[in-house]
Protein backbone atom coordinates (compact mmCIF):
# COMPACT_ATOMS: atom_id res chain seq x y z
CA UNK A 1 0.00 0.00 0.00
CA UNK A 2 0.86 3.87 -0.36
CA UNK A 3 0.91 6.20 2.62
CA UNK A 4 -2.51 7.03 1.77
CA UNK A 5 -3.79 3.49 2.20
CA UNK A 6 -1.59 2.35 5.04
CA UNK A 7 -2.79 5.55 6.66
CA UNK A 8 -6.82 4.24 6.18
CA UNK A 9 -5.91 0.41 7.17
CA UNK A 10 -4.93 2.27 10.10
CA UNK A 11 -7.41 5.08 10.95
CA UNK A 12 -9.91 1.83 10.02
CA UNK A 13 -8.60 -0.49 12.49
CA UNK A 14 -7.22 1.09 15.37
CA UNK A 15 -9.92 3.97 15.67
CA UNK A 16 -12.43 1.51 17.34
CA UNK A 17 -9.50 1.37 20.31
CA UNK A 18 -10.99 5.62 20.91
CA UNK A 19 -13.69 3.88 22.55
CA UNK A 20 -11.36 2.67 25.32
CA UNK A 21 -8.08 4.79 24.75
CA UNK A 22 -7.30 8.53 25.66
CA UNK A 23 -6.73 9.51 21.48
CA UNK A 24 -3.29 10.74 22.35
CA UNK A 25 -2.64 6.67 22.68
CA UNK A 26 -4.54 5.79 19.04
CA UNK A 27 -2.64 8.80 17.57
CA UNK A 28 0.77 6.72 18.30
CA UNK A 29 -0.33 3.71 17.24
CA UNK A 30 -1.55 5.60 13.80
CA UNK A 31 1.94 6.93 13.18
CA UNK A 32 3.53 3.40 14.28
CA UNK A 33 1.69 1.75 11.41
CA UNK A 34 3.37 4.18 9.08
CA UNK A 35 6.87 3.50 10.45
CA UNK A 36 7.95 0.97 8.37
CA UNK A 37 8.19 2.44 5.49
CA UNK A 38 11.03 4.50 6.62
CA UNK A 39 13.03 1.64 4.73
CA UNK A 40 12.46 3.97 1.74
CA UNK A 41 13.65 7.10 3.33
CA UNK A 42 17.16 5.12 4.84
CA UNK A 43 17.52 3.18 1.31
CA UNK A 44 17.49 0.27 2.49
CA UNK A 45 16.12 -3.15 1.00
CA UNK A 46 12.13 -2.35 0.74
CA UNK A 47 10.06 -4.79 2.60
CA UNK A 48 13.01 -6.56 4.60
CA UNK A 49 14.20 -5.43 7.67
CA UNK A 50 11.28 -3.42 8.54
CA UNK A 51 8.62 -5.11 7.58
CA UNK A 52 8.50 -8.32 9.92
CA UNK A 53 7.21 -9.86 13.25
CA UNK A 54 11.02 -8.96 14.46
CA UNK A 55 10.84 -5.53 13.40
CA UNK A 56 7.29 -4.96 15.52
CA UNK A 57 9.08 -6.75 18.55
CA UNK A 58 12.14 -4.40 18.69
CA UNK A 59 9.74 -1.48 17.80
CA UNK A 60 7.33 -2.54 20.96
CA UNK A 61 10.76 -2.98 23.41
CA UNK A 62 11.94 0.68 22.46
CA UNK A 63 8.35 1.77 23.11
CA UNK A 64 8.54 0.20 27.04
CA UNK A 65 12.21 1.14 26.83
CA UNK A 66 10.73 5.35 25.98
CA UNK A 67 7.48 4.76 27.34
CA UNK A 68 7.34 2.91 30.82
CA UNK A 69 3.95 1.50 29.33
CA UNK A 70 3.40 -2.13 28.45
CA UNK A 71 0.07 -0.98 26.89
CA UNK A 72 1.36 1.76 24.57
CA UNK A 73 4.40 -1.45 23.91
CA UNK A 74 1.33 -3.77 22.80
CA UNK A 75 -0.17 -0.93 20.74
CA UNK A 76 3.38 -0.39 19.46
CA UNK A 77 3.85 -4.09 18.19
CA UNK A 78 0.17 -4.43 16.67
CA UNK A 79 0.35 -1.20 14.71
CA UNK A 80 3.96 -2.43 12.73
CA UNK A 81 1.81 -5.76 12.76
CA UNK A 82 -0.78 -3.78 11.31
CA UNK A 83 1.50 -2.49 8.30
CA UNK A 84 2.61 -5.92 7.45
CA UNK A 85 -0.72 -7.17 7.14
CA UNK A 86 -1.75 -4.50 4.70
CA UNK A 87 1.16 -4.92 2.59
CA UNK A 88 1.09 -9.10 2.81
CA UNK A 89 -2.05 -8.03 0.70
CA UNK A 90 -0.14 -6.49 -2.06
CA UNK A 91 1.15 -8.44 -4.82
CA UNK A 92 5.24 -7.62 -3.87
CA UNK A 93 6.38 -11.00 -1.98
CA UNK A 94 8.20 -10.27 1.31
CA UNK A 95 9.17 -12.74 4.56
CA UNK A 96 7.07 -11.22 7.37
CA UNK A 97 9.06 -14.01 9.87
CA UNK A 98 12.31 -12.00 8.76
CA UNK A 99 15.04 -13.38 9.86
CA UNK A 100 13.87 -16.50 11.46
CA UNK A 101 12.76 -17.64 7.70
CA UNK A 102 13.56 -16.13 4.21
CA UNK A 103 9.85 -17.80 3.08
CA UNK A 104 7.94 -14.53 1.44
CA UNK A 105 4.27 -14.19 1.07
CA UNK A 106 1.95 -12.15 -0.78
CA UNK A 107 -1.55 -12.37 -1.56
CA UNK A 108 -1.28 -10.68 -4.51
CA UNK A 109 -4.77 -8.92 -3.99
CA UNK A 110 -3.71 -5.57 -5.54
CA UNK A 111 -0.71 -3.36 -6.21
CA UNK A 112 0.78 -1.64 -3.99
CA UNK A 113 0.20 1.90 -5.97
CA UNK A 114 -3.18 0.87 -6.96
CA UNK A 115 -4.99 3.83 -6.38
CA UNK A 116 -8.34 3.10 -5.88
CA UNK A 117 -7.81 0.63 -3.28
CA UNK A 118 -5.35 3.24 -1.68
CA UNK A 119 -8.33 5.99 -1.99
CA UNK A 120 -11.24 3.66 -1.06
CA UNK A 121 -9.43 2.66 2.18
CA UNK A 122 -8.30 5.72 3.10
CA UNK A 123 -11.98 7.08 2.99
CA UNK A 124 -13.41 3.54 4.91
CA UNK A 125 -10.59 4.73 7.36
CA UNK A 126 -11.46 8.16 7.89
CA UNK A 127 -15.26 7.25 8.49
CA UNK A 128 -14.43 4.89 10.45
CA UNK A 129 -12.31 7.85 12.59
CA UNK A 130 -14.86 10.09 12.23
CA UNK A 131 -17.49 7.62 13.81
CA UNK A 132 -15.46 6.54 16.69
CA UNK A 133 -14.35 10.08 17.07
CA UNK A 134 -16.71 13.46 18.40
CA UNK A 135 -16.25 14.16 14.64
CA UNK A 136 -19.77 13.55 13.81
CA UNK A 137 -20.63 16.45 16.76
CA UNK A 138 -18.75 19.21 13.70
CA UNK A 139 -20.67 17.39 10.88
CA UNK A 140 -23.62 17.96 12.95
CA UNK A 141 -22.30 21.61 13.61
CA UNK A 142 -21.98 22.03 9.45
CA UNK A 143 -25.44 20.82 8.60
CA UNK A 144 -26.73 23.25 11.53
CA UNK A 145 -24.85 26.23 9.10
ZN1 LIG B 1 5.32 -0.96 3.69
Not at 85 to 92: E, G
Amino acid sequence: MNRLGHLGFSLLLLSPLLKFFPISYVLFAIALAMLPDIDLVLRVKHRKYTHNVTFALLIAVLSYVLLASFLLSILAFLSVLLHVIADLMTKQKFAPLYPFSQKKYALKLFRSDNKSVNYIVFLLGLISFMHFSNVEVSLDLIRFI
